[in-house]
C-alpha cells in the first residue's frame, strides 16, 4: 500500500518562511499528478499547489507569487516552499498524489501562522 508522509509543518510568524516536503513509500512507479491542499478549522479542504498530470503547475490564487511547488519525479517527492506567510495560512496541509487510478492523501502536517 502506498502512503505519503509529510514533513515540515509548525509554527511561523507572520512574514516567515516555512517547507514543506511529501515523500512517497515507493520509488519504482510513479506517482503523478502530485501536489499540496489544506483545510483550515471549519473550513473545506482546498487546493493550494498542484502539479498536472503533464507537468503544468497550478496554484490557488492566495498563495501565487508567496508559494512554489517543486518535486522529485524520480523518488516520488514533492515539496512547498511557503513565504510572506500570513495568519490565514494557518491551516492543515495534506499531501495527495494520484498512483495508478488510486488517489492517495498523506496524514497531514499543521502549519500555524501566529505571532
Known amino acids: 500500500q502506498v502512503q505519503l508522509v509529510e514533513s515540515g509543518g509548525g509554527l511561523v510568524q507572520p512574514g516567515g518562511s516555512l517547507r514543506l516536503s511529501c515523500a512517497a513509500s515507493?520509488?519504482?512507479?510513479?506517482?503523478?499528478?502530485m501536489g499540496w491542499y489544506r483545510q483550515a478549522p471549519e473550513k473545506e479542504r482546498e487546493l493550494v499547489a498542484r502539479?498536472?498530470?503533464?507537468?503544468?503547475?497550478e496554484y490557488a490564487d492566495s498563495v501565487k507569487d508567496r508559494f512554489i511547488i517543486s518535486r522529485n519525479k524520480a523518488r516520488n517527492t514533492v515539496f512547498l516552499q511557503m513565504n510572506a506567510m500570513k495568519p490565514e495560512d494557518t491551516a492543515v496541509y495534506y499531501c495527495?498524489?494520484?498512483?495508478?487510478?488510486?488517489?492517495?492523501w498523506g496524514q497531514g502536517t499543521q502549519v500555524t501562522v501566529s505571532s
Open positions: 495527495t498524489g494520484t498512483y495508478g487510478s488510486t488517489v492517495v
Open positions: 515507493i520509488f519504482n512507479f510513479p506517482i503523478n499528478p
Open positions: 502539479f498536472s498530470r503533464d507537468g503544468n503547475i
